[in-house]
């Protein structure tokens, strides 16, 4: 018997699965149920999994699938009033035409012409590495990735502090260079001089809060006079 909440996630994860191809952040989860903070989403999470509604997949971003859904969530025959089913649990989604729907906020690539961009080494996105200064080779984006005349460059990513912002280890991140930033950019943050990290940016007063995107990292509250905005992230290559 699921609660309440539980069968409001539940919907929520399958309406944004079918209209997107993916499930929501669990930022969008919390947001959506009006819960104070992702520790609720979490509890509600692992109770959904626990009754083998959901699973929750390895080493992937927004890693949920769908296994099974309740009677309350399942569609129903108008002439019958009776559940449709099948084995698996799932009713079939039919896509009018030959094509699936575009994913949101996804981008033709197709005309648009390829630019090559400095690699500037690895930034963490877990544990803060050293300071990014040399390029070690270049990578060729799409030019739809790239904003303004402003100077942009590539990083590969490593860790896995920002999934649940949908970037993977492995990844490579396209950064506009600019020294500001506004609350809510992912940027690449230089902590003392020294350590270099991808993060969600938060300023309040004279601190800077740098933001993980995954439960298993704090988030560092630092002064301002410690942290430099060296880029904000406008684009990132998925690698399998």
């Not at 609660?3 to 969008?28: A, H, Y």
């Not at 520790?39 to 509600?44: A, E, M, N, V």
């Not at 260079?177 to 990290?197: K, P, R, Y």
């Amino acid at each position: 018997m699921l609660t309440k909440k539980q069968i409001q996630l539940l919907e929520f994860i399958q309406k944004r699965m079918g209209r997107d191809g993916v499930p929501p952040s669990f930022d969008e989860m919390k947001d959506a149920l009006d819960l104070r903070s992702k520790s609720g989403i979490h509890r509600l999470v692992t109770a959904l999994e626990e009754r083998g509604f959901i699973r929750r997949l390895p080493h992937r971003a927004r890693a949920l699938e769908i296994v099974r859904l309740p009677d309350a969530l399942m569609p129903r025959d108008e002439a019958s009033g009776q559940t449709v089913s099948r084995a698996d649990g799932f009713s079939p989604r039919v896509v009018q035409g030959s094509r699936a729907a575009r994913p949101r906020g996804a981008m033709s690539v197709v005309d648009s012409p390829a630019v090559d961009l400095p690699l500037m080494g690895r930034i963490a996105a877990g544990v803060p590495i050293e300071a990014i200064s040399e390029v070690s080779h270049h990578v060729a984006v799409p030019g739809t990735m790239l904003t303004g005349r402003e100077h942009h460059y590539a990083l590969e990513v490593t860790g896995d502090s920002m999934i649940e912002a949908g970037i993977n280890d492995g990844d490579v991140v396209v950064i506009r260079e600019q020294d500001t930033a506004e609350n809510g950019d992912i940027v690449v943050a230089l902590v003392d001089g020294q350590e270099a990290t991808l993060k969600r940016y938060r300023r309040k007063g004279s601190m800077i809060a740098l933001e993980a995107a995954n439960p298993a990292y704090e988030t560092r509250v630092l002064p301002q006079d410690r942290v430099r905005i060296q880029g904000r992230l406008v684009g990132l290559i998925r690698s399998y």
